[in-house]
């Protein structure tokens, strides 16, 4: 009997592993869910164990009712398969070697087969996601052939090219426009060099995006005061404790932390922990006075990053209680944090509310969460903002990056993270 386990950040993955390993007839013995930490411990990972084997003489179990697990298929990839989520901490699916169920199983008459036992219920899981996807890909294919339809007179050959710029949500008159820039810069020769094009595309695509580049001093004496504003739950806290620890840890600068969020406990706690790692002063404000004061008590830091309560775009009255926080200090910078996940329409209407605060350059969080990068590109331009920042996970400090048109270029071109 041949035993092995295989570990992956989704069930789909580990499944793959084992079919690419042993092969379709190979054995499901156990699923375990697990958490790995990361980044001294703040941070928490989910991960799949599957134990397989092969060559084993497994019977067929009678069907025993069983609760149904609570782990739900909650997202699916771009690479159509599901991504497995529990909903608490570490669960293991043990099974008696009767209860076993093959891998290969999905196709035909296997479904009864499937749902006999709780890790078979996975692969089942599995391939009702794969339907879903299956479906997404069916009403993508109608939405694009329709916008596909209205497409410019463009050679045949690059159709495909336009088809990726909508499909990310590149407005269709910014898309039109690169198509038919692009139609005067390529002879037919270089149909036949899909690089070639794509670089030329990137190329007016890099030029589309006005980008701001990184926080930097600029005054000789006192400290560099950014504000970071927003919706909530976008990512300003993470994001200020991601340049909190880039600013301090890689360029070595003293950085002081600032909270208006004090709302909420937890939001004070999540900072604090941040601060701590970091080995940076935390001030918890609640007013513009104590605002001023904490700016005086830090000015001996090169950078205070001030951090702040989430706002709905549409509360006047918070968003004008911010105004006059921040009016106290009159940072140096105020980014607007805004989620790429977020529909285009109320990425604008948050532009709109928060310039009332002041917004100076806009950060995109969650790209890695996105299938539309092209937002980014359609906002800043609308509103005439610079790109300061993209973020690109939840890992602490890792996932941030300087926004560079190129980057996003690339992304929107179909490039992965
Ligand atoms: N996937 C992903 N999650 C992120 C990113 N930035 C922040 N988050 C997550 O978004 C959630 C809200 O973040 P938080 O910083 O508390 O948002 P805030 O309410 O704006 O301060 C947290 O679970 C973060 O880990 C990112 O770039 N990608
Ligand atoms: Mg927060």
Known sequence: MNLQTF?????????????????????????RTFYTRHWLGLRRREMVEITAGKGLNVGRRRFVAEPAPSAQPTRVTGGGLAAYRSGGGDRERALAPAGASRVGAGGGGAGRA???????????????????????????DLVTSNRQRQAPQVPEELVDYYVQLITNQVADELATDILKTLQKQVRPEHFSQPE?????????????????????????????????????????????????????????????????????????????????????????????EELREAVKAMSDCDFLLIDT????????????ELRGLLSAVEPDEVHLVLSTTASEDSIELAVSRFSEVRVDKIIFTQIDET?????????????????????????????????????????????SL
């Open 371 to 415: 299938a539309h990068v092209g937002v980014v590109l359609n906002v800043v331009r609308k509103v005439n903002k610079s790109l300061s920042y993209i973020t690109t996970g939840q890992d602490v400090p890792d996932d941030i990056e300087v926004g560079r048109g190129r980057r996003l270029a690339h992304l929107i071109l179909g490039n």
């Open 7 to 31: 570990k992956a950040a989704t069930m789909a993955e580990a499944l793959t592993q084992v079919k690419s390993n042993m092969g379709s007839d190979a054995v499901i013995l156990h699923t």
């Open 309 to 320: 309560a989430g706002r709905s775009p549409k509360d006047t009255m918070k968003l004008n």
């Open 114 to 140: 499937l749902m006999e036992t709780p890790a078979a219920t996975s692969a089942a899981m599995l391939s009702v996601s794969k339907e879903i996807s299956d479906l997404k890909c069916l009403v993508k």
């Open 196 to 288: 070639f094009i794509r670089e030329k595309l990137a190329d007016q695509l890099e030029k589309l995006i006005p980008t701001a580049g990184p926080i930097v001093r600029t005054k000789a004496t006192g400290p560099h005061v950014v504000a970071l504003i927003g919706p909530t739950g976008v990512g300003k806290t993470t994001t200020l404790a991601k340049l909190a620890a880039n600013l301090k840890l890689r360029e070595k600068h003293r950085v002081g932390l600032i909270t208006l969020d004090t709302f909420r406990i937890a939001a004070v706690d999540q900072l604090k922990r941040y601060a701590d790692i970091i080995g940076s002063p935390l001030r918890v404000v609640n007013s513009g």
